[in-house]
């Protein structure tokens, strides 16, 4: 779909990216020592960093990926939403004392407290810069998504600026700038995404929706039968053969597509065709807006509501969820062919879909092996959630802000502050997605820019404003990610494995070095993985992350055998095998590489329910056999 | 730049070895009780998805019930984590 540019939107952004940098030049006065850079100087209150957690951790994935996904399949989206949050309890319960207890700065300060070891230092440092650059893709990409409603400039746009502005906030003040940055970003987002839940219901769901302006959503055609098509069926030719389409010329030569349906009668279907010069064409039309052009039309919207009513009015919360569980919606599938002239047509169709199918788990194609019979078709599900559950606690970004309070008793307290305010927030999502699911805004080619759809179909003020904000969404995460990555190089790395001899004014310059270098990265992974979901590339980070880190810190907290070669070791191997077999999996072959998926390595694409007891497994067969020889006991007389 | 010694000395809060273990004992009970409900939630997902659509509470499914609960139990545990922190640290 081609959006609109918002003006209103763009100076809304303009104005919270200039607050959040003036901030940051404000604050930049008070960060001049690496306690004050990396940590914040330890100063920061608890309930201003439990808000920061989430201001850290609710990032474009939480907030465009979960709501796109129910958005576009239901209930497995949420599914995300109860994984992210379950894992605070593992922050919570098991890391955030012993980890302020132990470290510094960085997590390797955490798991090298015991042992000064250079090896843990540089696993630790890599990992940390693996997890971190895995995450920072989805974020970028984020950005680049939300660019093209807000200033109609291309992707790669709003790639650049996120990373511009990130950098500069980083290479100003710091932990200090990053916290309060995330702290008003993390305000903004529970804030307005409660506004416009409290609207959604409010409004009600309907089998007709309008949008701000008033006016009806396009219903598209189905169930028409074949003899009632309008214009001529071309006859099946090429990649077309025994496709369940039919293509219909009308009498100005313009060319539909159909799909048929399971009771022989057929419903209009969207086409985006991209030739092999790049030129696009839309239902057979050029695409734009123009007199003689045409756009994908916005899609969406509840076919059947409970009781044959046409709107429901407006609705309490469980009353939104029931009316949702027996309504039917009509969501959309798609299906790509390549012709032999090389023009690739995306065939965007309709599926009416029951309420009861998706509000429950495997509705998606990401989890819908989880409704097959077999056994190991279900790993992918239950490897996903271990990740979740398992990740949060493990990224680089999140546990670094357990440095920037003052204390054990801090640290647990804003853990549970983050806890609140994180969970409200994916309770939220749930409300969120499947109000945009039946909005009748829906971008088909873009599930990442449900929300802000959900908001301009209420309101332009409010997706001016929520557009805004997502954006600042953006900044908040990648400001966390690219601290804990600059910590890496510049502390980890540089100060205390290379020992490179460096005076203060260069270990300064060395972090903020870093933190541009980093930077740049992220600008470059944004626009490289453009079209990807971000919620599912997060899932890989978590993966990662929980495969490298968890096994080491559990161990070292609650074994006491756990050797320096065993941390070592679990680091690269959980590193490692988790990365190795993400790059293997069927979702890579089909999202980076471009091959058949059915020709993937491993059987299945979330590698964490192997990679995490394998982590574990290699730290106690390292430690077991790299134990320190006891001390000689001297002979008794 | 005063202040920028990777190397100096980093200032500790004073430590109360017991409470310290009290703490992480009572953690690693509400991990526990955390994680036997979220593998409940998994299992059923996995194993039992036809149950998962079965309306229970308020006429929502037990998808949703669960979801919520995973959500909401999350933050009772973790008050009843402070609650019982705070009494260690009081003896």
């Not at chain 2, 992480?24 to 194993?47: D, N, P, Q």
Request: with cysteine; hydrophobic share 50%.
């Amino acid at each position: 779909m081609i959006h609109e540019t918002s003006l209103m939107a763009v100076l809304i952004f303009l104005f919270f990216a200039s607050a959040v940098i003036g901030i940051s030049l404000y604050l930049g006065r008070r960060a001049k020592s690496a306690a004050g850079y990396f940590a914040a100087g330890g100063n920061i209150h608890w309930a201003v960093n439990g808000i920061a957690f989430a201001g850290d951790y609710l990032s474009a994935a939480s907030f465009l990926g979960i709501c796109g996904m129910i958005a576009f399949y239901g209930y497995d989206g949420f599914l995300y939403s109860i994984g992210y949050l379950a894992g605070w309890i593992v922050a919570l319960f098991i890391i955030a004392e012993p980890l302020k207890r132990l470290g510094r700065f960085t997590f390797a300060d955490a798991l090298d407290n015991r042992f000064n070891s250079r090896g843990i230092k540089l696993a630790a440092a890599i990992s940390t810069l693996v997890v971190s650059c895995f995450y920072l893709i989805p974020q970028m990409v984020g950005a680049g998504a939300l660019v093209k409603p807000l200033l109609g400039f291309p992707h790669y746009v709003g790639v650049i600026v996120v990373g511009a502005i990130v950098t500069l906030i980083v290479t100003t003040a710091g932990m200090v700038s990053t916290t309060w940055v995330q702290f008003i970003k993390g305000s903004l987002l529970v804030l307005l995404c409660t506004v416009i839940t409290g609207m959604l219901l409010y409004r009600g769901v309907t089998t007709q929706p309008v949008n701000a302006q008033g006016k009806a959503c396009t219903i598209a055609a189905r169930n028409v039968p074949a003899d009632q098509l309008l214009g001529t069926v071309l006859p099946e030719e090429g990649a077309w053969v025994g496709k369940p389409y039919a293509r219909v010329q009308d009498a100005a030569g313009v060319v539909s597509v159909w799909r048929k349906d399971a009771d022989g009668t057929y419903s209009a279907a969207q086409t985006l065709a991209v030739q092999k010069d790049g030129k696009k064409f839309v239902n057979g039309l050029p695409r734009g807006r123009k007199a003689g052009e045409r756009d994908l039309d916005p899609v969406g919207y509840a076919s059947k509501l409970p009781e044959g009513v046409k709107e429901t009015g407006p609705v309490g919360p469980f009353g939104f969820i029931r009316t949702m569980q027996d309504s039917e919606v009509i969501l959309w599938g798609n299906e790509k062919i390549t012709e032999a002239n090389g023009t690739v047509t995306t065939i965007y169709y309709q599926k009416p879909t029951a309420g009861k199918d998706f509000m429950t788990p495997g509705s998606s194609p990401t989890f819908k092996k989880v409704r097959s019979a077999k056994f190991v078709d279900k790993l992918d599900f239950l490897s996903l959630m271990l990740a979740l559950f398992c990740g949060t606690a493990s990224l680089p970004h999140i546990l670094i802000r357990y440095y920037t309070v003052k204390d054990q008793i801090s640290a647990r307290k804003s853990t549970i502050v983050g806890i609140a305010a994180i969970g409200f927030f994916y309770v939220l999502t749930l409300f969120l997605g499947l109000g945009a699911m039946t909005s009748g805004a829906l971008d088909v080619t873009d599930s990442n820019m449900s929300a802000p759809l959900l908001a301009r179909s209420i309101s332009e003020f409010l997706f001016a404003v929520i557009s805004a904000v997502a954006f600042t969404t953006v900044l908040g995460t990648v400001s966390g990610l690219i601290m804990a990555a600059s910590g890496a190089v510049a502390h980890d790395l540089m100060t205390n494995f290379f020992k490179i001899p460096l005076d203060e004014f260069q270990k300064v310059r060395a972090a903020k070095i870093s933190a541009v270098c980093v930077g740049m990265i992220a600008i470059v992974l944004g626009i490289i993985f453009a079209k990807m979901n971000v919620n599912f590339l997060v899932g890989w980070a978590f993966n990662i992350a929980a495969s490298a880190n968890l096994p080491a810190l559990m161990m070292l907290l609650f074994w006491k055998r756990t050797t320096k070669q065993g941390i070592t070791a679990a680091i690269i191997v959980g590193m490692l095998t988790s990365l190795g077999w993400i790059l293997l999996s069927a979702q890579a072959y089909k999202d980076v590489y471009g091959l058949d998926p059915a020709q993937a390595i491993v059987p299945f694409s979330q590698p964490a329910i192997v990679t995490i007891p394998l982590g574990f497994l290699v730290l106690v067969l390292v430690s077991l056999f790299t134990q320190p020889k006891p001390a000689a006991v001297p002979a008794k007389a | 730049m005063g202040g920028l010694d990777f190397h100096a000395p980093v200032e500790k809060e004073q430590e109360d070895a017991g409470v310290v273990a009290h703490n992480t004992r009572m953690g690693v009970i509400l991990f526990v009780i955390y994680v036997l409900f979220y593998g409940g939630f998994m299992g059923l997902s996995a194993f039992a998805p036809q149950a998962m659509a079965k309306p229970i509470l308020l006429g929502l499914n037990m998808a949703v019930v669960y979801g919520f609960a995973l959500i909401v139990v999350a933050l009772v545990l973790s008050l009843v984590y402070m609650r019982v922190c705070r009494v260690a640290a009081k003896k």
